[in-house]
Nanobody, 121 residues
């Protein structure tokens, strides 16, 4: 059984930073790519960033240049460093292990419960 947990959400002022972390037990970390996805109230789930098992990153246009995705093979943890945050970044952020599609396909991969990110103006 694969269990995914993301953490690090919170409330920040516009222009601030947050770092999200994700761990997934029950799978082989080095074989797994993953993605960060978000859903704001009234909006559909959308891709934020993905990273392949060998570290190849993808960023949506809305976060490119502001967010950085990374993986730590020692800690077996994925990260999303979010800088220059905007109110439009406010959403529930989800980690999806073994899921690198540029859209949210919840029937695939392993999804966490989500962590709330709130950015005030």
């Amino acid at each position: 059984e694969v269990h995914v947990v993301e953490s690090g959400g919170g409330s920040v002022q516009a222009g601030g930073s947050l770092t999200l972390s994700c761990t997934a037990s029950g799978l082989t970390f080095d074989d797994a790519g993953m993605g960060w996805y978000r859903q704001a109230p009234g909006n559909e789930c959308e891709v934020v960033s993905t990273i392949g098992s060998h570290g190849d990153p993808y960023y949506s246009d809305s976060v490119k240049g502001r967010f950085t995705i990374s993986r730590d093979s020692v800690k077996e943890t994925w990260y999303l460093v979010m800088s220059s945050l905007k109110p439009d970044d406010t959403a529930v952020y989800y980690c999806a292990a073994d899921h690198t599609f540029t859209g949210c396909y919840r029937e695939f991969g392993y999804w966490g419960q989500g962590t709330q990110v709130t950015v005030s103006s």
